[in-house]
């Protein structure tokens, strides 16, 4: 123990990095918009609830596959779509994406319109695919 507050001392500059380091990342996980649920979580999820699995990434990369029961509004088009989920307000969302960082930005604008339930499923449609579910191709 006494070798770590040696340590410490002598390089405290590297010290204060990693905790600024810490504490920079502690925010930004705060700031997510949504929690997030696995592939197999949403999985389930869908299964047994009424749940609406919005799949956010362009009409193209949806066609090549997509997550079955998924409804696709590309994050650009949000705003201007928000009627269609007018319906889903009360209702779980889950929010797909390419790796699972665009979901915090739609999570976001939901959130905003005051959308209750808003998820995000963690590592996108890369970990879907990365596990070998199941995909529509259209």
């Known amino acids: 123990m ?4 040696e340590f410490a001392i002598n390089h405290w500059e590297m010290v ?10 502690l925010i930004t996980e705060r700031r997510k918009a ?11 999820m869908a299964n047994g ?12 990369d949806y066609k090549a596959g997509h997550v079955i029961g998924a409804k696709n509004i590309p994050f650009a088009d949000i705003t ?11 209702k779980p969302i889950i929010i797909i994406c390419k790796t699972g960082q665009t979901a915090s930005g739609a999570a976001n604008v939901l959130k ?6 808003v998820q995000r499923m963690a590592g996108g449609m890369a970990e ?11």
Not at 80 to 90: A, C, G, I, N, Q
Not at 112 to 117: D, F, G, L, M
């Open 2 to 5: 006494e070798r770590y507050l």
């Open 16 to 25: 204060l990095a990693l905790l600024l380091t810490l504490s920079v990342l």
């Open 34 to 44: 949504a929690p997030s649920v696995s592939p197999q979580q949403a999985t389930v």
């Open 49 to 60: 609830e009424d749940v609406l699995l919005l799949d956010i990434r362009a009409v193209a």
């Open 80 to 90: 201007k779509r928000m009627s269609e989920l007018e319906k889903y307000r009360d």
């Open 112 to 117: 905003k319109a005051e959308y209750s339930n």
């Open 128 to 138: 879907w695919t990365g596990q070998n579910l199941p995909l529509v191709r259209k």
